[in-house]
């Protein structure tokens, strides 16, 4: 709910005792040290002298809040524990600086991978100016995604498509192709919980396909189909990322995830696999694109993380390190 804005949480604490917390909850309202500080005055609680503990450095310049420096340096706080600086050049080391310099403690980098991981969106594309991209794909035990009619309802069970609403739940944008468009007629939005008040833009991988439900953006022209390369994977996120695009799910089909992957555009994949063998040389294989010509030029996964959902296994690991 904060994008384009981090998570933060942060905790206020004085004689080994909660006094106040608070996160930030959206883009344009108080940020989690300020909510932190309202709780402690809801409370009556006396700030002077407390440790305030933050997730990520808090802010150092005006944007659509205040500074929260200017509020810790009122607090009477006299430490202050993060968990990670905050990347963007603005902010980078500027609150310690400012913190210490008015003789409040600082110290910073504590559960700094923890911190890191909730806010992996935020931090790729305040550094590259491009959403953190992750594909997601269910496949059957032996890598099809549909019968040769196009046919996939359906591939993976009904708690692996929950944790699909999980995701769409935090991405800005969720992508999918032309052909998944026609096979499968997808919503592409969050429908759990009901009433989610933050959809997320439906895009539609094609220059062809127009429709009052999905917007096209891609790929800029070119023939359906046809592969952007790496320079249109680059200059079609760099556009997202201007507007604001965090974070970026793309859902299939088989030639998007193909171009994506040949493009290096994908950071994070999660494949479901159901325990179904589908068979048949014409059925769809979950992955297209580029064909290898050896086994080495497969793609090799980092931080895997493996869950169960149902009777479907997921595997999940990061591309770029």
């Known amino acids: 709910m904060t994008s ?23 883009a344009g309202e108080p940020h989690a040290e300020v909510n932190a500080f309202l709780d402690a005055e809801s409370h009556r609680e006396d700030t002077t002298g407390a440790t305030l503990y933050v ?8 944007g659509r809040t205040p500074p929260c420096t200017e509020r810790i340096l ?16 603005r902010h980078n080391g500027r609150a310690v600086e400012t913190l210490e ?47 040769h009619t196009g046919d996939s309802r359906w591939v993976s069970g009904e708690l692996s ?16 192709g032309a052909n998944t468009v026609r096979a499968d007629h997808p919503r592409l939005t969050v429908r759990e919980p009901a009433g ?20 096209t953006y891609f790929p800029d022209g070119n023939a359906e189909l046809a592969d952007p ?19 970026l799910l793309i859902e299939g089909g088989a030639g998007l995830a193909g171009s994506a992957l040949d493009a290096g555009a994908v950071d994070r994949v999660e ?26 030029e497969a793609r090799l996964l980092k931080n895997i993380q493996v869950h169960r959902y149902g009777d479907d296994i997921a595997v999940s690991g990061d591309l770029k390190g």
């Open 55 to 62: 997730t990520l450095e808090p802010c150092s310049t005006t």
């Open 4 to 26: 384009p804005n981090p998570l933060v949480g942060a905790v206020l604490v004085r004689d080994g005792r909660v006094i106040g917390e608070g996160w930030h909850h959206r």
């Open 271 to 296: 494949f479901h696999i159901a325990p179904k063998i589908l068979g048949g040389e014409s059925s769809l294989a979950a992955v297209a694109g580029r064909t290898p010509e050896r086994m080495a």
């Open 229 to 247: 390369g790496k320079e249109g994977w680059d200059s079609f996120l760099r556009r997202l990322g201007k507007r604001e695009i965090t974070n």
């Open 101 to 147: 310099k008015n003789g409040i403690e600082v110290v910073s980098g504590v559960e700094e991978t923890s911190c890191r991981e909730i806010n992996r969106s935020f931090f790729c594309w305040i550094s590259t100016g491009k959403p953190w991209v992750v594909l997601k794909l269910a496949t059957t035990l032996d890598g099809r995604i549909a019968a």
């Open 161 to 176: 498509r929950r944790r699909v609403q999980e995701l769409r739940r935090l991405a800005d944008a969720v992508m999918v």
């Open 196 to 215: 989610w008040p933050r959809q997320p833009l439906r895009i539609v991988a094609s220059s062809s396909m127009t429709g009052e439900e999905l917007r």
């Open 74 to 89: 009122h607090s009477g706080v006299k430490k202050v524990v993060i968990g990670c600086l905050d990347p963007n050049p």
